[in-house]
């Protein structure tokens, strides 16, 4: 079965920084791109940052020059490093692992973790 966990989440002050992490039961070399969305209060479920595995990295502008996705492949971890947090960047952040690469194939996936909660409050 697979399994993504996020840690790190928790509360924070504005200005403040925290790491997520998500740990998995698969080998994030065979996965297409691996990334972090949130949902914040009343709102829809957006994209924060991906990273291929070719380590291209994209960002939601929001948080452009504030968060950085990484890999560890020999742990199997992609971590999402947040500086400067502001009230905006309140929610559940989720990990996503999309589209597999398995014998030479490609197969269309969505692994998904459980969600872990960021709040930045005053």
């Known amino acids: 079965q697979v399994q993504l966990v996020e840690s790190g989440g928790g509360l924070v002050h504005p200005g403040g920084s925290l790491r997520l992490t998500c740990a998995t039961s698969?080998?994030?070399?065979?996965?297409?791109?691996m990334i972090w969305y949130r949902q914040a209060p009343g709102k829809q479920r957006e994209l924060v940052a991906s990273?291929?595995?070719?380590?291209?990295?994209k960002y939601n502008e929001s948080v452009q020059g504030r968060f950085t996705i990484f890999r560890d492949n020999a742990q199997d971890t992609v971590t999402l490093q947040m500086n400067s947090l502001n009230f905006e960047d309140t929610g559940i952040y989720y990990c996503?692992?999309?589209?597999?690469?398995?014998?030479?194939?490609?197969?269309?996936?969505?692994?998904w973790g459980q969600g872990i909660q960021v709040t930045v409050f005053a």
């Open positions: 698969i080998n994030i070399r065979n996965i297409d791109t």
């Open positions: 996503n692992a999309h589209g597999e690469f398995k014998m030479g194939a490609y197969r269309e996936i969505d692994y």
């Open positions: 990273l291929t595995r070719n380590d291209r990295a």
